[in-house]
């Protein structure tokens, strides 16, 4: 197919993008910020990287005239929650907004749509592992700004997939999760870490995330998905693991 990726850059995308080379995609990859060669250049020869913000409905009308996908896939996102809850309008603007632009698109196009959205819409309460069927109670701007952007694309889109993805771990430098933040602080020379044990949740390894879903998007079974690792851990697992 030929793929038209938002968000390119980032962490998932340093995995999502060879995941879907190597399955013989012609790829399209766009990101924010396209003036630094992205993580996966050497691996993707001759795939370059354009800039579109998903925050403008120009941009991407642009784009879907320009490439002609068969398929977008959205990672475009404001992912980190500290600014998510600094800055409430800058998370609408991208996860929320920005969606809802790229689902508007791909309706007009008759195109189908891959929507990355996260295990932050739901509120940590549950001690069994959240399924599909499960109401999502998100309890930060991060989780309601992806909530807001999935409620878009399932209203706008027929064709669509909706993924939720575990703990994303394995993003390489692009990582500015959880797992990061920690070695940073070992870098550092910290010799205390702090870190929650009362929330539990799957660790899910960027790569492994993408073979998964590159194999999702050959089936034309569109719905929603809660894609992970197996296991389960809390933060404070995690972190004596690290160290």
Same mark, same amino acid.
Request: charged share 20%; aromatic share 8%; net charge negative.
């Given at each position: !197919?030929?793929?038209?990726?938002? %968000?390119?850059?980032?962490?998932?995308?340093?995995?999502?993008?060879?995941?879907?080379?190597?399955? %013989?995609?012609?790829?399209?990859?766009?990101?924010? =910020?396209?003036?630094?060669?992205?993580?996966?250049?050497?691996?993707?020869?001759?795939?370059?990287?354009?800039?579109?913000?998903?925050?403008?409905?120009?941009?991407? /009308?642009?784009? !879907?005239?320009?490439?002609?996908?068969?398929?977008?896939?959205?990672?475009? /996102?404001?992912?980190?929650?500290?600014?998510?809850?600094?800055?409430?309008?800058?998370?609408?603007?991208?996860?929320?907004? *920005?969606?809802?632009?790229?689902?508007?698109?791909?309706?007009?196009?008759?195109?189908?749509?891959? +929507?990355?959205?996260?295990?932050?819409?739901?509120? *940590?309460?549950?001690?069994?592992?959240?399924?599909? $069927? =499960?109401?999502?109670?998100?309890?930060?701007?991060?989780?309601?700004?992806?909530?807001?952007?999935?409620?878009?694309?399932?209203?706008?889109?027929?064709?669509? +997939?909706?993924?939720?993805?575990?703990?994303?771990? %394995?993003?390489?430098?692009?990582?500015?999760? $959880?797992?990061?933040?920690?070695?940073?602080?070992?870098?550092?020379?910290?010799?205390?870490?702090?870190?929650?044990?009362?929330?539990? %949740?799957?660790?899910?390894?960027?790569?492994? $995330?993408?073979?998964?879903?590159?194999?999702?998007?050959?089936?034309?079974?569109?719905?929603?998905?809660?894609?992970?690792?197996?296991?389960?851990?809390?933060? +404070? =697992?995690?972190?004596?693991?690290?160290?």
């Amino acid at each position: !197919m030929k793929i038209l990726v938002t %968000g390119a850059a980032g962490m998932l995308g340093s995995a999502l993008v060879p995941a879907l080379a190597a399955a %013989g995609h012609d790829l399209h990859p766009t990101d924010l =910020d396209a003036s630094r060669p992205p993580s996966w250049a050497a691996l993707v020869p001759g795939v370059g990287l354009g800039t579109l913000d998903v925050r403008s409905r120009d941009e991407i /009308a642009l784009w !879907m005239e320009q490439v002609k996908p068969d398929l977008v896939v959205h990672l475009a /996102a404001e992912t980190d929650v500290e600014i998510c809850d600094a800055r409430p309008d800058h998370a609408w603007n991208t996860n929320a907004l *920005g969606t809802k632009h790229v689902a508007l698109a791909c309706r007009k196009w008759d195109r189908p749509l891959v +929507y990355i959205s996260t295990a932050g819409v739901f509120d *940590g309460k549950k001690e069994d592992p959240y399924i599909e $069927f =499960d109401a999502a109670i998100p309890i930060n701007y991060y989780g309601r700004s992806k909530l807001q952007g999935e409620r878009y694309v399932q209203g706008f889109l027929p064709q669509h +997939y909706v993924v939720r993805a575990g703990w994303m771990v %394995g993003g390489g430098p692009k990582d500015h999760k $959880f797992v990061a933040k920690m070695l940073d602080q070992i870098s550092a020379g910290a010799r205390t870490l702090y870190a929650v044990g009362d929330k539990l %949740g799957t660790p899910t390894y960027a790569p492994d $995330f993408s073979g998964c879903l590159a194999n999702l998007i050959t089936t034309d079974s569109f719905g929603l998905y809660h894609m992970a690792c197996q296991g389960c851990a809390t933060r +404070y =697992d995690v972190a004596r693991e690290l160290i």
